[in-house]
């Protein structure tokens, strides 16, 4: 944390990573609160390709909150900003009023600014909330030195966003009361856990937005028989089975869970009514290319899973990876000059066989993937301690690029 001087602006930066669900996340009991109708498991993504980074600054001389995203200043009346803002507060005072001496006395009263940017871009489709109120949550905290339960706050600010504050593999607890207090996130184990797991996000060419997650969500809790089906009687052991396969790091017990999970919730799309389609003919053609890569092998090498869009996230084992992305790229020819197709985490290239194209079997789709991110599991959030990388200067501004 640095304090500027005569300006008496204290501010600090952090970053928080995206989180990929393999048990998904869909349904609220309670809006407001946003507490879920069942718990979900999600793998948190390196920040080394995908991350949000936020600085918050507070100072006396400020008169009001304001938020800047990704360049441009937003409305902080937004109610989810106003929950998270209100809850750190309330934690702070808390902590205050039982006299902590390490809390800052005086900076719960002021007004912050708030700048906050990706490291990717937007348009890719890839939720960027999660990592987005995980961040604000987590750098309020780091602001006014509140530690207690961060998952209940971010989770007020987008639901899969308290899955964010965890490295590694994390389960949210759907919880039973009804103030929420028991619907947390928690490691289930660390990013060093698994080494060779590897993730590749294939970032599919969608022409229309699609229907966002509250509003999907909210239409499948009050029309779909199979969802309240799914969380009451799928889940759960789910839950329990997932668990089980990532301690004992089983690949084929891992990659069949998520991708029958993903499957049963894009079911539960279509059997919100009106229907949701979240997938497009590129996103079943991924499926059944996973699905005739894994039987030509007789074992499951690779996963799918696709939440509220028709973009493929991978899963599959560094001695699988080098190939299976020679067979993406076989059968999803990129475009030729538009720019770097494999972006992240190198990948050394290795040969693809006939036979293995042969029994694939699929007509090649050319320019059905925009580019492919390559990445691995990664930490939790995290602070910047150089002060160079604040993103607001010490006016309290957003810097120039910022
Ligand atoms: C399909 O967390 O974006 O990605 O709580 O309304 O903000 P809100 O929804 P959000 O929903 C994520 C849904 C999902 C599955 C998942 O991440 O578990």
Known sequence: MSDNGHQNVTMITCTAPVNIAVIKYWGKRDEELILPINSSLSVTLHQDQLKTTTTIACSKSFQEDRIWLNGKEEDIRHPRLQSCLREIRRLARKRRNSGSPTSDVTSVSHKVHICSVNNFPTAAGLASSAAGYACLVYTLSQLFGVDGELSVVARQGSGSACRSLYGGFVQWKMGERSNGTDSVAE?????SHWPELRVLILVVSAEQKSVGSTSGMHTSVKTSDLLTYRADAVVPSRMEEMIGAIRQRNFAAFGELTMKDSNQFHATCLDTYPPIFYLNNISHKIISLVHRY????????VAYTFDAGPNAVIYTLQEHLPEFLQVVCHFFPPEVNGGEF???????????SEELKRAIN???????????????VGPGPCVVEDPDLHLLGADGLPKKNA
Do not use: C, D, F
């Open 362 to 376: 699929l007509e090649p789709t050319a320019k059905g993937i925009r580019y492919i991110i390559s990445t691995k």
């Open 342 to 352: 494999l972006k992240g985490h190198p990948v050394h290239s290795s040969p693809l």
């Open 294 to 301: 894994n039987q030509h092998y007789g074992e499951i090498r």
């Open 187 to 191: 490691q289930v184990a660390p990013e």
